[in-house]
């Protein structure tokens, strides 16, 4: 059973049209939950880090949102350039436990 | 500007063949990784190494193999017993356990010939 599930698995929008990407846990003990921008052929690119519920970050047209079992990524009028994948990880309680990825969510942002 | 640095960027392999991926940090950063990803599969950790000259197999270590005699340098074989190594390899570090999130190198693209 996956521990982060994102969904979409991938996402086309129209240059403008605002949406949001899901990342769901079911690891108890959250410590953190991290956000990455990933390009193709390239590493993943930090975006957010949130550590308890009702936490918001923001970032351009990119806010971060954490309930007690899901976080959102909200993406209000994106523009091309926001084409990427965006990969959610966790950290929890458990010893040393490294971060355990989604597998991300492929977003297209059409002109 | 402190970073991390994984190379090559592409590297070909014949079948039967060891190669070693270089990854390495002045972050002083005191964890290092090594994930693959494949499409659709998202991130998988390979090995990784919390401390100097100690590290742990990740959740797809077979056909792995890791070196840690460096704070800085944390390097990856992939052994001819990997059955099917074609894949993209990203190196990450962190201060401390992860708490604080990841960064990652540029990753390699490995394929086998």
């Known amino acids: 059973e996956d521990q982060v599930t994102q969904s979409p698995e991938a996402l086309r929008l129209q240059e403008g049209e605002s949406s949001s990407l899901n990342c769901s846990y079911t690891?108890?003990?959250?410590?953190?939950l991290f956000w990455y921008r990933q390009d193709p052929g390239k590493g993943p690119e930090f975006l957010f880090t949130?550590?308890?519920a009702g936490e918001e970050k923001e970032k351009e047209r990119l806010k971060a949102t954490l309930t007690k079992k899901e976080s959102f990524l909200h993406i209000t009028a994106p523009k091309p350039e926001d084409s990427a994948t965006y990969l959610c990880a966790v950290h929890y309680y458990s010893g040393n436990t490294p971060l355990v990825f989604g597998k991300g969510t492929r977003l297209s942002v059409i002109a | 500007d402190g970073g991390i640095t994984q190379s090559p960027k592409y590297l070909f392999r014949k079948e039967g063949q060891n190669v070693t991926l270089s990854c390495e940090q002045n972050?002083?950063?005191?964890?290092m990784y090594w994930y693959r990803q494949d499409p659709g599969q998202g991130l998988r950790l390979i090995y990784y190494?919390?401390?100097?000259?100690?590290?742990q197999k990740g959740d797809i270590a077979e056909g792995y193999s890791v070196s840690r005699e460096k704070k800085e340098s944390f390097p990856l074989t992939v052994t001819s017993a990997q059955k099917n190594p074609t894949a993209f390899y990203l190196c990450?570090?962190?201060?401390?356990?992860?708490?604080?999130?990841?960064?990652f190198g540029s990753g390699t693209r490995l394929t086998v010939v």
């Open positions: 690891v108890s003990g959250l410590r953190g």
């Open positions: 972050l002083n950063h005191d964890a």
């Open positions: 949130l550590y308890s």
């Open positions: 190494s919390q401390i100097v000259n100690d590290f």
């Open positions: 990450a570090s962190s201060r401390g356990q992860g708490v604080y999130g990841y960064t």
